[in-house]
């Protein structure tokens, strides 16, 4: 999963995360998760002026509470039971869900996470659905796989360029660790259209045949067999 979408995904969840911890955001949880983050290494002073000046808080933000606490349970049972797949795009999926339902967002930005929440949404239901007379699940999962990337490959360039202003913020030594991450996600994205056609030929065409413009030359020689 992370080997073909991980170049994405990559760009998209700081993207969802950046999002939900913009600056002037409203919500309360958001706030005061942003606020731990950003004061870590004073948590104690910083656990005190929270207990200090945050007074009555409303039933919303101690429900939104109770379903980060459930969450995490669930998310630490799918990580004990060895579902790491769900371990690892539900939360994405939900923050993306709670995002695309956020008024406050730009209506650019909104659409760009219903696209992202829908493609991870693809991804999990042909883990669990097939479609009748596939051969096992591959057709299904490459032919929503193919919506998926468009959806995503959309996203991706709006997200990136909202990351290259919000990185303004960031800690010097994150921002430096995600630029070389991108970087060498990038690369190795960019290398498989050169290594890959190479290895796709020699497995489906007889590599002895000379170059050729004539499409149907290969069927001369070509053999392919599935199942056995």
């Not at 969840?13 to 939900?20: H, N, V, W």
């Not at 057709?139 to 193919?146: I, W």
Request: charged content about 15%.
């Amino acid at each position: 999963y992370l080997v073909i979408h991980g170049v994405f995904l990559f760009i998209l969840a700081f993207y969802l995360i950046a999002l939900a911890f913009r600056p002037g955001v409203r919500n309360g949880l958001a706030r005061t998760v942003r606020f731990f983050w950003r004061h870590w290494n004073r948590r104690w002073r910083a656990w005190a002026l929270y207990e200090r000046w945050v007074r009555c808080p409303t039933l919303g933000y101690s429900l939104a509470w109770v379903a980060l606490a459930v969450g995490g349970a669930v998310w630490l049972g799918l990580v004990l039971a060895g579902a790491w797949l769900w371990a690892l795009v539900l939360p994405l999926g939900i923050l993306g869900g709670a995002l695309s339902l956020s008024s406050r967002l730009a209506p650019e930005r909104r659409l760009q996470v219903v696209w992202i929440a829908l493609g991870l949404a693809m991804t999990l239901a042909v883990e669990v659905v097939v479609l009748k007379g596939d051969i096992g699940r591959m057709n299904t999962v490459f032919k929503f796989y193919l919506q998926v990337w468009i959806l995503w490959a959309l996203s991706a360039g709006g997200a990136l360029a909202y990351l290259a202003r919000d990185q303004a913020r960031w800690n010097r030594r994150w921002r430096s660790l995600w630029r070389w991450g991108l970087g060498v996600l990038l690369l190795a994205g960019s290398m498989y259209p050169i290594l890959a056609t190479w290895a796709r030929l020699r497995d489906r065409w007889d590599p002895s045949l000379p170059p050729t413009l004539n499409g149907m030359a290969y069927m001369t020689t070509a053999r392919h067999s599935e199942n056995g």
